[in-house]
C-alpha cells in the first residue's frame, strides 16, 4: 500500500536558521507532491505544489525539491521565524486513477527565539 | 469570499445519534473532499466528490455517508455515531475535477466527540 513518512513528528530550530522538513513515499509514483502548513486549530493551508518533472521549486523563504528516484522531497524554510511554528503536511499525489489522496502525519516545527 | 465553511464547530453525541456535518465553499469549485484528521493518524479521506453529482469513498468511509446537493455543498452524516468517530473533521475544495492535481482549500474544521 501506499505509504508516506514525514522525517519526525517534532521539528525544533533556532530562530535565524534553515529548517529542512523530509517527506519519504513509498509504492507510489506521484506527478506532484504538494506541502501544506496547519496551525493548531485550524483547517490546512496550502504552500506549494511540485510537479515530478521539477527538481526544485521556490517561494520567498522556502523552497521544496522533489528527487524521484529517492522518492523523497525535503522542505526547507530559511531564515526562519517564531511565526513558522506550525505543523507542516505533505501529500504526494498520483495523477490519474483511484488512488486516494494520502496525507504525510506532518512535522511539528518550532522555531525558537 | 468566505472560502470553505462548515456547520458546526463542536458537537458533542451520545452512542447511536445521528448527524449532519454541513459544508459550503463560494469559488466554484468542481471537487469537494471529506477528512477526519486523529492524533498521530494525520489527515484521512473519508468520501469525495469529482464533481456535482458524483461522490466516491476514500481511505476511511465506514459509518458515513456524504450528499453532494449541489455545487457549492457537500455534506456528511453519521447514521449511527460511535466513539470511534470523535474527531476533528475537514472538509475542502478544490478547482480541478482531477483528484488533487489542485491546491485543496480546507474549512475550520468541526470538532466531534461521540460519548
Known amino acids: 500500500s501506499q505509504k508516506i513518512e514525514q522525517n519526525s513528528e517534532a521539528l525544533n530550530i533556532q530562530e535565524g536558521k534553515t529548517a529542512t522538513l523530509t517527506c519519504n513515499y513509498t509504492n507510489y509514483s506521484p506527478a506532484y507532491l504538494q506541502w501544506y502548513r496547519q496551525d493548531p486549530g485550524r483547517g490546512p493551508v496550502f504552500l506549494l505544489l511540485?510537479?515530478?518533472?521539477?527538481k526544485e521549486k521556490r517561494k520567498e523563504r522556502l523552497k521544496v525539491t522533489f528527487d524521484t528516484t529517492l522518492k523523497q522531497s525535503l522542505f526547507h524554510i530559511t531564515a526562519s521565524q517564531p511565526a513558522d511554528s506550525a505543523t507542516y503536511l505533505c501529500?504526494?499525489?498520483?495523477?490519474?486513477?483511484?488512488?486516494?489522496?494520502?496525507f504525510g502525519k506532518g512535522t511539528r516545527l518550532s522555531v525558537i527565539a | 469570499n468566505a472560502g470553505v465553511t462548515q456547520t458546526p464547530k463542536f458537537q458533542v453525541l451520545k452512542t447511536g445519534q445521528s448527524m449532519t456535518l454541513q459544508c459550503a465553499q463560494d469559488m466554484n469549485h468542481n471537487s469537494m473532499y471529506w477528512y477526519r484528521q486523529d492524533p498521530g493518524m494525520g489527515l484521512r479521506l473519508i468520501y469525495y466528490s469529482a464533481s456535482e453529482g458524483t461522490t466516491d469513498k476514500g481511505e476511511v468511509p465506514n459509518g458515513y455517508n456524504v450528499s453532494r446537493l449541489n455545487k457549492r455543498e457537500f455534506s456528511l452524516r453519521l447514521e449511527s455515531a460511535a466513539p470511534s468517530q470523535t474527531s476533528v473533521y475537514f472538509c475542502?475544495?478544490?478547482?480541478?475535477?482531477?483528484?488533487?492535481?489542485?491546491?485543496?482549500?480546507f474549512g475550520p474544521g468541526t470538532r466531534l466527540t461521540v460519548l
Open positions: 501529500a504526494p499525489l498520483v495523477y490519474s486513477g483511484n488512488t486516494p489522496l494520502v
Open positions: 475542502a475544495s478544490s478547482e480541478g475535477r482531477q483528484r488533487g492535481y489542485n491546491e485543496q482549500f
Open positions: 511540485i510537479r515530478e518533472n521539477e
